[in-house]
């Protein structure tokens, strides 16, 4: 269990730090799907920064509970404005990097990886 856990956790560090980029970065493209759906330019930002800091924050276990649940939310929030632009396909598979970090958060939080640094 202690090997999957990392392997997730790994996952959704990555996860989180590659969907902050082209977000800080003001990526067109990325910054057109946002404002499309409501987002103004700065909030794309500040999504960035949360972003960035949750997937630092899985790094150490006493700051992970607090990074898996940044991270949660804000892939949940990227799936749920995926479903509203109608890409229901994506918008299913946009939920995956939300299921990585609720499983790093239970066992952040249960004490499954306390051996796991």
């Not at 990526?27 to 759906?37: H, K, M, Y």
């Not at 898996?68 to 799936?79: E, H, K, W």
């Not at 939920?95 to 499954?112: C, D, T």
């Amino acid at each position: 269990m202690k090997n999957l856990f990392t392997v997730v956790l790994v996952l959704a560090f990555l996860l989180s730090i590659g969907a902050s980029a082209p977000k800080l970065l003001q990526a067109s493209q990325e910054v057109a799907f946002f404002v499309s759906v409501g987002l103004p330019v700065k909030a794309v930002l500040l999504f960035g920064v949360v972003q960035l800091a949750g997937g630092i924050l899985l790094v150490f276990k006493p700051t992970r509970v607090w990074g898996a649940a940044a991270t949660g939310i804000m892939f949940l929030a990227s799936a749920i404005m995926v479903f509203l632009s109608g890409k229901t396909v994506f918008g299913l598979v946009s939920l995956l990097p939300v299921l990585l970090a609720s499983f790093v958060l239970k066992g952040s939080v249960s004490g499954a990886a306390e051996s796991n640094d």
